[in-house]
């Protein structure tokens, strides 16, 4: 399994400004992830990571609000911007270390309060 | 009809007990399955994954597949009060797509 470093676990947040989560994986993953878990929800996708080209978004997430980096295939970041109380949620990086769908990981998740 | 769906319970069992966790998927062409466990204020961990119709044991763990019905099931034998924990069923749709869709989850409470 990989290990996966989620940071920051939790912040508070005034609206309007930003805050950039970053995850790191101890290994090579061909497949990252950021989810979205709302208070008694389940995750809702919010874009794929691609190493060395832009995010894939899912319908509902666009790149202004959620712009998404992969420089290389350990280290993703998921920035979300112009914050609004809306935004509060746990913020979840995920990978797929087989690379072929056979099971996921999680980081430790990012519980995020705006005020 | 929501992609994956599960009880919102919470379902409550007495420790020792069996308690078993249903989830129902509409993609008939549906490849892989996972259970996730998620303590509150954690992230999900992975217990289990089945691909073939039948029964799977882990341990205490047992996920039962059944395609043609379009459910798999989690079962916990001789529950105890650290299971307590909501349960996400997850389903990989055919296609291609390696990204799970996870269903609300079931909470589940078992009791001294």
């Known amino acids: 399994s990989a290990v996966i470093s989620q940071k920051p676990s939790r912040d508070i947040c005034q609206r309007g400004t930003s805050l950039t989560i970053q995850c790191q994986v101890d290994?090579?993953?061909?497949?990252m992830f950021w989810y979205r878990q709302q208070p008694g929800q389940s995750l809702t996708l919010i874009a794929t990571?691609?190493?060395?080209?832009?995010?894939?978004?899912e319908s509902g997430f666009v790149i202004d609000k959620f712009p998404i980096s992969r420089p290389n295939l350990t280290f993703s970041t998921l920035t979300v911007s112009n914050m609004s109380p809306e935004d509060s949620s746990i913020y979840l990086c995920?990978?797929?270390?087989?690379?072929?769908?056979?099971?996921?990981?999680f980081g430790q998740g990012t519980r995020l309060t705006v005020v | 009809q929501k992609e994956v769906e599960q009880n919102s319970g919470p379902l409550s069992v007495p420790e020792g007990a069996i308690a078993s966790l249903n989830c129902t998927y509409s993609?008939?062409?549906?490849?892989?399955f996972f259970w996730y466990r998620q303590y509150s204020g954690k992230s999900p961990e992975l217990i289990m994954f089945?691909?073939?119709?039948g029964d799977k044991e882990d341990g205490r763990f047992t996920a039962q597949l059944n395609k043609a019905s379009q459910y798999v099931s989690l079962l916990i034998r001789d529950s105890q009060p650290s299971d307590s924990a909501t349960y996400l069923c997850?389903?990989?749709?055919?296609?291609?797509?390696?990204?799970?869709?996870f269903g609300r989850g079931t909470s589940l409470i078992v009791h001294p």
């Open positions: 995920s990978v797929d270390h087989s690379g072929v769908g056979t099971e996921a990981f």
């Open positions: 290994s090579q993953v061909t497949m």
């Open positions: 990571a691609n190493q060395g080209s832009e995010a894939t978004y």
């Open positions: 993609d008939r062409g549906s490849q892989s």
């Open positions: 089945i691909y073939s119709n």
């Open positions: 997850a389903v990989r749709k055919s296609g291609g797509s390696y990204i799970p869709t």
